[in-house]
């Protein structure tokens, strides 16, 4: 099973996935450039969708949207909201929209779906606290479903210190 869940500090648009996570504030405002910038290569209508309905977006539900961008080999973005403050009850609702996050993927069939770790960084969780909750929530999921097949997880380019904490995290939990 351990082999389902992969770690990348490399491009994560460099994967070709079925399913790219983009993470938005409660408020449904993207955390941070990078998820803002693919939702910008969005077509018109995946775009007004989103916009209409953002304000409804709550770490219980998620978007799952097509998405066309020749420039990316992604099919569908989904977007989550999570908690931007660190206490139990926003661990709980990080865990819950992680969870949310699995389930979509999983009533899709997706065999893979790619999660932007560092898009994460972005909250106030300390780095421990996101990699035990992503990490603990996906190994719990994945040992009951099917699907998605792979989940690849991605932290930021080059830092060796990002990627060894998570991978960490995937011996302590998987053995």
Not at 49 to 77: Q, R, T, W
């Amino acid at each position: 099973m351990k082999e389902r869940i992969q770690i990348f500090d490399s491009n994560i648009l460099e994967i070709n996935s079925d399913c790219l996570v983009l993470f938005a504030g409660e408020d449904g405002e993207f955390l941070d450039s990078f998820s803002k910038n693919i939702f910008d290569k969005a077509n018109g209508s995946t775009k007004r969708f989103y916009e209409m309905n953002k304000y409804s977006l709550s770490s219980k539900g998620a978007f799952l949207l097509p998405y066309f961008c020749d420039e990316y080999a992604v099919h569908y973005i989904l977007i989550v909201a999570v908690p931007t403050y660190f206490d139990s009850y926003g661990e709980e609702l990080l865990r819950k929209a992680i969870l949310n996050c699995l389930d979509k993927t999983s009533e899709q069939v997706f065999n893979s779906v790619s999660i932007p770790v560092f898009t994460l960084f972005e909250t106030s969780f300390p780095i421990n606290v996101i990699s035990k909750i992503l990490v603990g929530t996906i190994y719990g999921f994945l040992k009951k479903e099917y699907f998605p097949r792979k989940v690849f997880l991605f932290t930021t380019q080059n830092d060796e210190n990002i990627r060894l904490k998570f991978e960490n995290k995937i011996e302590e939990i998987f053995s």
